[in-house]
């Protein structure tokens, strides 16, 4: 209890970092039962129980899940699903952020919280790239979401299935699946104002700020055959298109094949408008060529932004007749020009092509190799930063790596962990995911704080740590009203699983309830569901359940920060639940 008790304050205070913390409570465990072991255990005991965490299930799942949304990231299976909801966010923040609590809710009435938070997770991180609401502002009231939800039916998480089977085994009645549920329901009318409005005021904004402002690039915009938009106005399609973006030599009349546009904006911008306006940034065959030979050679293409130096042969040159093309087999998608006014007529070529100057940042997408070559020969200044395009033919079979993990995992046709092990392991085998990329995949942070948190579990437990504290309160609450004792049973519930397991205080609190039910003469039930709640209680610490770890490196929290949006709330439900019971079971 001490050691728990004083890694808690660690994590608050913030002064020492997450993994320092973890790996000083797994120390103190390791030499602390070396020297002390528990009862009927030897010494050498305790270091396998202290580093027990890093072998765990728990922590091979969600390095797992952890992969398979990174496959869903690189492979740009999840742009559609953020498309959609980015535009409900265009249209309203706040409305954008309640449609998603509401979407997280319900799926996970159905389905177990883990793979719901797993399918939604990079869906929020790529819609925070886009310009929605931070990540950091979203992800905790969406994991809260979750849970609530996955509370609401018995078959919303394992913790509530483990309550009910124990229950049962001590001699309660069969719960059906929705046999509590208008109970939660009505809490969580009550909890989503907090989610919703109040929640993510109380959340910093982690995302990165821009130093600077945001390079634009010029370029010409050709147009397929085949787009939908030929024949069309371009002031019919100018509402479609982000805002960043600006015509320098808007076009008279209905747009034509192969008709090349002088555009400017962001990358992030030119790539909207390039999807929206069915066009390329580069000739088309130079594009092609290069996709072709990703295929073939497996290797990734890459964007990156290059700085022309004043030794460049490109200088004074248009794109057209530079060669870069034909010599390095990469593509110029934009030209950024800094600090001069880009419209003089020197600046231009007779065919209205934009001269390259000393230094001009070009924006250049290539195979590694090229890239370099292009690089070294024609002395430019390769920039940090270079960013991977989405591998979007891979698109669908990493879709259908998670849903298929997700749907056997929610119909309990394999445990989650086996789940999603074998959804990384196909994620690797079919090239969704890269095996030198694991490391972007992974967070350092999570995987030891989860391991920390799986030995206090054990110990907590092992110890006698968390009956003793049930004897104890059991032998208070005689002195107590029913509302009162109910109360106390959810909150000492609700402690446990911020600290200790979901598991643990499943395992040790049902007994507890049901015992004390019988000695006051009170109805097993409501007691019974005081203990499942509370189990499902978890948002005051991130080492209290593992979606909680899940969004810790992506929303770059702080311990804290679950402090400072989970008591309230674990506050609100224990209040709003325990009156529901008193008034459904009339304590």
């Known amino acids: 209890m001490v050691v728990t008790l004083a890694m808690f304050v660690l994590f608050a205070r913030g002064r020492m970092s ?20 528990l009862a009927g255990t030897k010494p050498t005991d305790g270091l396998s129980l202290a580093f027990s965490g890093f072998g765990h299930y728990a922590l091979i799942t969600i390095c797992s899940l952890m992969i398979m949304g990174r496959g869903l990231v690189v492979t740009g299976a999840l742009d559609p699903a953020a498309r959609m909801l980015e535009g409900i966010f265009k249209l309203n923040l706040q409305l954008g952020l309640l449609v998603s609590l509401l979407i997280a809710f319900a799926l996970s009435m159905a389905i177990n919280d883990t793979p719901v938070l797993v399918l939604l997770l990079p869906i929020f991180v790529s819609l925070a790239a886009r310009g929605a609401m931070p990540a950091s502002k979203t992800l905790i009231p969406l994991n809260a979401a979750v849970l609530i939800g996955g509370m609401a039916t018995t078959i919303g998480t394992s913790t509530n299935i483990l309550v009910v089977s124990i229950a049962g085994d001590l001699g309660m009645p069969p719960m059906g699946v929705f046999h509590y549920s208008p109970i939660v329901l009505t809490a969580a009318l009550v909890a989503l104002p907090y989610l919703w409005l109040i929640m993510p005021r109380l959340l910093p904004d982690h995302s990165v700020e821009e130093g600077a402002e945001q390079r634009r690039f010029h370029t010409r915009l050709r147009l397929n055959g085949a787009s939908e938009l030929i024949g069309e106005d371009i002031s019919a399609v100018l509402s479609k298109l982000p805002k960043d973006i600006r015509f320098h030599d808007e076009p008279n009349g209905p747009l034509q094949p192969q008709q090349r546009l002088h555009i400017s904006g962001t990358h992030e911008a030119l790539e909207d408008a390039m999807r929206v306006l069915q066009a390329e940034l580069a000739p088309s065959w130079v594009v092609e060529r290069i996709r072709r030979e990703s295929s073939s050679t497996r290797q990734d293409i890459l964007i990156v932004e290059m700085t022309v130096t004043g030794d460049s042969r490109l200088i004074s040159r248009t794109l057209p007749t530079s060669g870069i093309a034909d010599l390095y087999g990469v593509a110029v998608l934009g030209i950024h020009r800094p600090e001069r ?119 907590i437990d092992e110890s006698g740590a968390a009956l003793w504290l049930g004897q104890v309160m059991a032998y208070g609450l005689q002195f107590l009203t029913p509302a009162a004792v ?20 499943a395992t040790v609190g049902t007994p507890i309830a049901f015992n004390i039910a019988t000695q006051l003469s009170l109805p097993a039930e409501p007691l019974i569901l005081a203990v499942l709640f509370g189990c499902n209680l978890c948002y005051a610490t991130p080492i209290a359940y593992q979606t909680n770890m899940l969004i810790m490196a992506e929303g770059k929290y702080e311990f804290r920060d679950y402090i400072r949006t989970g008591v309230p709330l674990v506050v609100l439900m224990v209040t709003t639940l325990s009156i529901l019971l008193v008034m459904k079971y009339d304590m």
């Open 486 to 505: 109910l109360a106390t049973i959810m909150l000492f519930v609700t402690l446990l699983t911020n600290f200790a397991s979901n598991a643990t205080a």
């Open 341 to 459: 006014f880009v419209g003089a007529r020197d600046e231009y070529s007779e065919g209205g092509d934009l001269r390259i100057a000393e230094g001009d940042v070009l924006l250049v997408m290539g195979l590694p190799e090229g890239l370099q070559e292009f690089s070294r020969a024609d002395s430019l200044l390769m920039l940090e930063g270079a960013r991977e395009l989405p591998r979007r033919s891979k698109a669908l079979l990493s879709a259908g790596i998670m849903v298929g993990s997700v749907f056997t995992a929610s119909i309990g046709l394999f445990p989650i962990a086996i789940s999603a092990l074998a959804g990384a392991i196909l994620m690797f085998v079919t090239g969704c995911v890269k095996f030198d990329r694991v490391g972007r995949a992974l967070s350092a942070k999570v995987i030891v704080l989860v391991a920390a948190s799986i030995a206090i579990g054990r110990i």
């Open 18 to 37: 997450v993994e320092i913390v973890s790996l000083l409570t797994i120390a103190v465990i390791a030499v602390g039962l070396y020297f002390f072991p």
